[in-house]
């Protein structure tokens, strides 16, 4: 390990990791404002990323969840969206949240759609263009800016209802269901996603040809007509794109 990169761990042990310092770390008390400015810009990353899951906790809750995911969780990526991905796994297994597991997910609907917020875009397959291609041998693939998120509740109502800033809905009668996150230009939709289009969205990939993922979700189905009305589904929400180009990159 090279002094420069001995250094830099030493460094971030130290923002990370509080007590004495090693003098050409910096002055310990310099140490503690910069450890306390990174701490708190990451808890109001957090706040900024789930504002429906803090307002279902509770702010109180929420600042101490917040605090100690901070210090458990340090960043792995500079940009500051990317933090707290895996902040609805951490409430999954708070003991203290197990008869309101649902908030789990609102919080994963709530990193979906920042995730989908900042993807790359892309054109989505049309009608048009579906009827003009052999679409068997092309490969297709989610868009981008696309999420297919499972929910073990039914929690459309009440995230309907944080949206709308109204007092918080209860849960539905549904049970557990998926949900698709689409960005088109600058606005994410969020939509309630049948089962067999969910196991087609996450069956699709640019690696292999779309005549033979349908084939063989087809041996699962046994409906063609289930999977071509799942196929119209995902166009007609815009989560599609022809990615033959992108594997004949490969």
């Not at 009827?131 to 499972?150: F, G, K, L, M, Y």
Request: charged share 20%.
């Amino acid at each position: 390990m090279s002094q420069l990169a001995n250094w830099q761990k030493r460094f971030i042990d130290a923002i990370q990791q509080p007590g004495d310092a090693a003098t050409d770390l910096g002055q310990r008390s310099g140490l503690d404002v910069y450890r306390n400015n990174i701490r708190t810009s990451l808890i109001e990353a957090l706040a900024e990323a789930y504002p429906h899951t803090r307002q279902l906790l509770g702010e109180r809750f929420f600042s101490g969840l917040a605090n100690a995911y901070v210090q458990q969780t340090p960043p792995t990526d500079p940009r500051l969206n990317r933090y707290g991905a895996n902040l609805a796994e951490q409430l999954d297994s708070l003991p203290s949240l197990n008869r309101y597991r649902f908030v789990a997910d609102i919080c994963r609907l709530e990193r979906a759609r920042l995730e989908v917020s900042h993807a790359d875009e892309a054109s989505a397959l049309t009608v048009e263009q579906l009827a003009t291609i052999d679409i068997e041998s092309r490969h297709v693939a989610p868009v981008p800016a696309s999420r297919c998120i499972h929910c073990r509740y039914d929690v459309e109502a009440l995230w309907q209802s944080l949206e709308q800033g109204a007092p918080a809905a209860g849960l539905g009668d549904s049970g557990a269901g998926y949900w698709l996150a689409v960005r088109h230009h600058d606005r994410v939709r969020l939509t309630r996603l049948d089962g067999t289009a969910a196991r087609l969205y996450r069956a699709l990939d640019s690696e292999s040809a779309f005549g033979d993922i349908f084939e063989n979700l087809l041996t699962e189905l046994d409906s063609t007509q289930v999977l071509g009305m799942a196929l119209g589904n995902l166009i007609a929400l815009g989560a599609l794109r022809d990615a033959t180009a992108l594997s004949n990159d490969h």
